[in-house]
């Protein structure tokens, strides 16, 4: 993989994880106008849940409730650095920069560590 | 606040883009103006004040990197060999939190900006700096150049005093496990002011860092319930957007008007700093 290959796959990583999280985001966000935050747009009950709780999310996102949507989002744009690091990994990797391809690979795995071990 | 109406959110979501221009051309996460813009204009809690402000550093850094990286302003190779030292640093600031007397260390850090923004006001004719690459920065390839639309050429340039802004870095590491703010400060000191470093470069390569070390302490504050969506949403929405636009600017403007960007940061973040080791809590 050429230098310039390489920015344009980190770009491109960098740039779909923030239009997805956005995406997300906003219509959360603009949901919440219409049926509030712990309403559903498919008309179930309002949840009771905390709206700092990210816990249940896949049956919340189910019921298309607006905080779920947003919290989603928000999930996807805090995993964007992570999958930014992850994807120089293999980009250094392809370019036959091994120096660098085992820095990034620390460096990943140094961060892994910290949101799945530090509490 | 306890349910966001239209003008509040409309008022957050402003304040969040300017802390994303802001924030996108100095190369800092803009939690020194979303943070006391959220509790003191819009009355929210410290604490989820600062989730926002995690949030707003990812959304600075991820929005105004994807355009950086693609312009060749950021240094990807320089950022990951520093990213070593500030991922390592901020798992033992988070390791020693526990024994280390916060308002000592604030006052301590406060200084070393405040007297940094003094050697920065020196500093703010200077364009380009013009350095032969040293050993070791030809060893850990820490040399090349970017394309400067300003000027209308390509611009050469090597990291100097590595040691040393490996060193600076793995405190930034520190302070920001520790203590959570002012990391993106001390990033851009460390490349201008140790490895002498283009401005945009520091700042680009800065902003590109910040993200990955906020994501390190992001899971903290998710399971601690700090990341509150109805304020955190219109954050980063209004951020992201702020930091897309900042970064369409950085091209067109110079490495002085960069620099004279920074300096303000530098100096309410240190005079922040200050206020906090004074108990004053903004």
């Known amino acids: ?119 | 606040m306890i349910q966001g109406t239209p003008g509040t959110d409309l008022g957050i979501f402003l304040v969040s883009v300017g802390a994303g221009v802001i924030g996108s051309l100095a190369g800092v996460g803009g939690g020194i103006l979303v943070i006391p813009a959220l509790t003191t204009i819009f009355g929210v809690d410290i604490r989820l004040a600062v989730g926002a402000s995690i949030v707003s550093v990812i959304a600075t850094s991820s929005g105004a990197a994807s355009a950086y990286v693609r312009d060749r302003i950021t240094d990807m190779r320089i950022g990951m060999f520093l990213e070593l030292a500030t991922t390592t640093g901020a798992v033992c600031g988070a390791i020693v939190a526990a024994y280390v007397t916060a308002s000592f260390l604030f006052l301590l850090l406060g200084l070393v900006v405040l007297l940094s923004a003094a050697m920065q006001v020196a500093r703010l004719r200077e364009e380009v700096p013009a350095d032969e690459p040293s050993r070791l920065a030809s060893a850990l390839k820490l040399s090349a150049s970017y394309p400067d639309r300003r000027l209308g050429r390509e611009v050469p340039y090597s990291a100097r005093r590595i040691p040393l802004g490996f060193a600076m870095m793995w405190f930034a590491g520190v302070v920001s496990g520790l203590l959570g703010i002012g990391s993106g400060v001390l990033k851009v000191l460390a490349m201008d002011g140790a490895m002498r470093l283009p401005m945009k470069v520091s700042s680009a390569t800065s902003n590109f860092m910040i993200g990955v070390t906020a994501a390190a302490s992001a899971g903290i504050y998710l399971s601690r319930g700090d990341v509150d969506p109805r304020i955190a949403a219109p954050v980063a929405l209004g951020v992201l957007l702020g930091a897309i636009t900042g970064a369409r600017l950085l091209n067109r403007v110079s490495n002085r008007v960069v620099r004279m960007i920074f300096l303000p940061v530098l100096v309410a973040v240190g005079l922040e700093m200050i206020g906090r080791a004074a108990g004053l809590s903004v």
């Open chain 1, 1 to 119: 993989m050429n230098p310039e290959r390489f920015r344009v796959m980190v770009s491109t990583v960098l740039l779909v994880g923030v239009s997805v999280s956005a995406a997300l985001i906003a219509v959360g966000f603009g949901a919440s106008f219409a049926v509030g935050w712990q309403g559903s747009l498919l008309g179930s009950p309002a949840s009771s849940i905390a709206p700092t709780d990210f816990g249940d999310l896949p049956a919340r996102l189910a019921r298309l409730e607006p905080l779920a949507l947003s919290q989603l989002g928000l999930v996807v744009l805090l995993a964007t650095p992570v999958l930014r690091v992850a994807s120089s990994v293999v980009g250094f990797a392809l370019e036959g920069d091994r120096l660098y391809a085992a820095i990034t690979l620390v460096v990943l795995a140094v961060l892994l560590s910290s949101i799945f071990l530090v509490r």
